[in-house]
């Protein structure tokens, strides 16, 4: 009777617990490992004109956190505007984390071509922004401050990511830092703890510099 090499054992044996990573992960996917199960994406039209400028808001939903990882916008202006008149490099997209608003600066769209008396620009980028649900607020929005005259059908954003559900951190303690919310790391002993590097005297130096 042959009986298996150690080669081929440990073969089996990586392919085993290969196959059992799989099953597993199979089983315990979340938001965290699978984003499309928390998938989200939103259409917007800018429907809500303002003096000098257009916007569109979306919403996150109550206690979730948006992972933005992708952002398309698309826009028909009137044909042959100067860019000054246009003002596509000064759109944004505006975020708030933890109450902290940020707004961040977008690229500018590129131009696709003229159809009738229209000229067609779109911007498609990848990104990772962060928004959460403000209260009484909106949540995150694209805004565009022209000074041309269009219509809700002119002017469109999508929005595609996943949710997640945010969590409070608890850092250790940074050397240096004086916030009152920082905890002390007490898990070291005495024993444990690494004692501070002490600097070589000169002729110790020098010694070791004729090895």
């Not at 996917?29 to 499309?36: E, I, K």
Request: glycine content about 8%.
């Amino acid at each position: 009777m042959k009986t298996c090499g150690k080669r081929e054992v440990t073969s089996l044996g990586l392919l085993i617990l290969a196959l059992s990573a799989v099953l597993v992960s199979g089983k315990t996917a979340n938001a965290q490992a699978d984003p499309g199960e928390t998938a989200y994406q939103a259409y917007g039209t800018f429907s809500q004109p303002v003096v000098g400028a257009v916007f569109e808001y979306f919403s996150v939903p109550t206690g979730d956190r948006l992972v933005i990882e992708r952002l398309e916008i698309g826009m028909q202006v009137p044909h042959n505007q100067p860019a000054l008149v246009q003002s596509l490099d000064q759109l944004t997209l505006t975020t708030t984390v933890n109450g902290a608003q940020v707004t961040h600066h977008l690229p500018v769209p590129t131009f696709k071509g003229s159809v009738g008396a229209q000229d067609g620009y779109s911007l498609v980028i990848d990104v990772n922004f962060y928004a959460d649900h403000t209260p009484l607020n909106y949540d995150f929005w694209v805004l565009w401050p022209t000074s041309l005259v269009v219509t809700s059908l002119d002017v469109g954003a999508v929005v595609i990511g996943h949710l997640v559900c945010p969590r409070a951190l608890t850092c250790p303690t940074v050397a240096g830092s004086t916030s009152s919310t920082e905890t002390a790391d007490t898990s070291a002993t005495a024993a444990t703890k690494p004692r501070p590097v002490k600097a070589l005297e000169p002729n110790k130096v020098a010694r070791l510099r004729r090895w």
